[in-house]
């Protein structure tokens, strides 16, 4: 028990998960040395005299370990990467291991030995496992609240398509608002405009700050803005409003519980979290949360392959909702449309256990390995800002495995266009993959409703960086030393 704790703590969070014969091996090393740092651990010499040798010594053995027992496990399971790719960017996209991969293939072979059989039986079962332990996972009391759907777009797209006919319906009257932030995502806000705006609705956005120093910053800025709004447009009904839980661009999380407190004080009927980054990132719960409706993509950083993704609802609004995509089971309630949408590819919803399964194989338990991303991630980010001089987007405990680097002036920067072009070259010159960020209004505009809260600094562009367990130092210095070269053509 001792051991097994030890190592969770201490190492890696993906030191178990080892069948080959060079990682039993691994295996056995890290076994005689932690019996060792138990003994030392144990023993009088720490206790009187050297009080500080038992944490040296395992930081020691433990940073070891990690080098050895990881190296091995990350080469086989992202053995698919591109060779020679620093790959900063997992955030969009997430990453596979091979051993989910395999699954998702074993899912997909079934179904083509006898499709009719698997239709029943399997499918039905490999869906109903793999939202059991999603509810557990989120700490929701009841399976019936979770769906699985393709991805984020399409959980705005189920709480969208309600918002439509409620005013087509005239439950809503036209006018009646949608509220949103500026740094929703951008697909996320079309999704809105696409359904609502046409039926009637009257979207808003409200201004994050950024960069941010705290939460405490945020949360009184966007009760500010409801303020101003209910001030403004007293008649107005606010019937939805669109949160992130971890923005993506600039990438910080959000003090989502308290956001959501003040929406129902000031009134807002419902509220629909786009947590297209949470789970794995942060600690999801959803009764604590209690957004009537929350999603989360599970193939960015919970290992599932592309694409699926779970919406939690609450129990009073599962009947009214419907899948964008109406099929056969139109009508059965959510979770029996979104369970056949047509003939497709269900492989990758079932393997949503194999990808639970490395996690917990690999860290131990979600938490683990999600710390240990968070903690390399912002090692990275001071390591980048104190090369470049520059200053991270906010502070350490509102990044979650993604962080915000501000990148050097030198760089000249001045657009979204630029940013874009700045992120081709590292691609195509560097071979780093990484998003840069320049706020699309203009810097003065965006602070404009938060002058006097928003903390002055010299750069306006920022990196995004990403920590997954198969990144390396390696890889951070190389986007570390293509900026400095960019940066130095202009001097
Ligand atoms: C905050 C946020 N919301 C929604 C999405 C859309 O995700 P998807 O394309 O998987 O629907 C993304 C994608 O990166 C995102 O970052």
Same mark, same amino acid.
């Given at each position: 028990m001792f051991m097994s704790n030890y190592f969770y703590k201490h190492s890696t969070p993906f030191s178990i998960a080892i069948k080959d014969n060079q990682s039993i091996l691994c295996l056995r090393v890290c076994f005689h040395i932690f019996v060792l740092v138990e003994y030392i651990s144990r023993s009088n010499i720490c206790r009187y005299g050297f009080p500080n040798l038992n944490k040296l010594f395992s930081t020691l053995v433990s940073s070891f370990l990690s080098l050895f027992v990881a190296s091995s496990l990350v080469a086989r399971e992202f053995s698919h990467h591109e060779p020679g790719?620093?790959?900063?960017?997992?955030?969009s996209f997430g990453s596979p291991p091979q051993c989910v991969l395999s699954n998702q293939a074993m899912w997909a072979q079934q179904w083509l030995q006898h499709p009719d059989a698997f239709c029943w039986e399997p499918l039905e079962k490999g869906f109903a496992a793999a939202r059991q332990q999603l509810a557990d996972l989120i700490h929701?009391?009841?399976?019936?609240e979770i769906v699985l759907l393709e991805n984020a777009t399409t959980g705005a797209g189920v709480v969208a398509l309600d918002v439509m006919w409620s005013f087509l319906e005239r439950r809503?009257?036209?006018?009646?608002s949608i509220l949103m932030f500026n740094s929703a995502y951008g697909a996320i806000k079309k999704v809105f405009k696409g359904y609502c705006f046409r039926a009637g609705a009257r979207l808003f956005e409200y201004k994050m700050p950024f960069p941010v120093s705290s939460n405490q910053e945020i949360l009184q800025s966007f009760e500010d803005a409801l303020r101003r709004e209910k001030k403004e447009n007293p008649s107005k009904v606010i019937r939805l409003a669109v949160i992130d839980h971890i923005v993506s661009m600039p990438s910080i999380i959000l003090p989502i519980r308290e956001l959501v407190q003040l929406c129902r004080a000031y009134g807002v009927e419902q509220i629909f979290v786009d947590a297209a980054h949470a789970i794995g990132n942060v600690d999801v719960n959803v009764q604590e949360i209690d957004a009537d409706y929350y999603v989360s993509n599970?193939?960015?950083?919970?290992? =599932? !392959? +592309?694409?699926v993704a779970f919406f939690h609802c609450k129990p009073q609004h599962l009947s009214q909702l419907h899948h964008p995509l109406v099929s056969n089971n139109y009508g059965l309630g959510l979770v029996g449309e979104s369970y056949w949408v047509g003939t497709r590819d269900y492989s990758a919803f079932l393997a949503v256990p194999a990808a639970i399964k490395f996690v917990n194989d690999t860290a131990g338990d979600i938490k683990s390995y999600r710390d240990y991303n968070h903690r390399k991630v912002v090692e990275m980010a001071q390591m980048l800002v104190s090369a470049w001089g520059t200053h991270l987007? =906010? !502070? +350490?405990?509102?990044?979650?495995s993604m962080a915000m680097v501000g990148l050097p002036a030198?760089?000249?920067?001045?657009s979204p266009e630029d940013a874009l072009r700045m992120r081709t070259r590292l691609r195509t010159e560097f071979q780093v993959e990484v998003p840069l960020y320049y706020p699309a209004e203009g810097v003065d505009e965006i602070f404009s409703d938060h002058r006097h809260s928003t903390t002055k600094t010299s750069s306006v562009a920022y990196a995004r960086i990403s920590h997954q367990i198969y990144n390396k130092l390696e890889e951070y210095h190389m986007l570390r030393d293509a900026v400095q070269a960019i940066a130095a053509e202009s001097t």
């Open positions: 790719v620093a790959r900063l960017n997992n955030g929701s009391p009841n399976v019936n809503y009257e036209k006018g009646d599970l193939h960015k950083w919970l290992f =599932a !392959p +592309p694409v987007g =906010a !502070p +350490p405990e509102l990044f979650g030198s760089l000249n920067i001045h």
